[in-house]
């Protein structure tokens, strides 16, 4: 059974060009009847123009799962760092 169970695992592959990532402080979403777009944005302060870094394009479904598993992961991420105060309100104190 255990062979079994290997056969169906998902091997997820990162490949070196994608390793390091992209930082992004901004997220633009819209959707369609069939998808959602999310754009990932890098705003640097004082610039008047913001680059696109990396576009994500999900199924509705897909879309849905990944609300699920950010909310399940900022939710273990305070329990083990402390509450993420929104920047309004964490300027307001």
Known sequence: MENKENKNQLQIQLRPEMA??????LAMIGHGPNEFLMDFIFAAPGMPQAP???RVIMSPENA????????DNIKKYEA?????MPR???GNN
Do not use: H, R
Not at 64 to 71: G, P
Not at 80 to 84: D, P, T
């Open 52 to 54: 696109v870094v990396s």
């Open 64 to 71: 849905k799962q990944l609300l699920f598993a950010l909310t």
């Open 88 to 90: 309004a309100a964490a």
């Open 80 to 84: 083990q760092f402390g509450e993420i």
């Open 20 to 25: 390091d990532g992209k930082y992004s402080n």
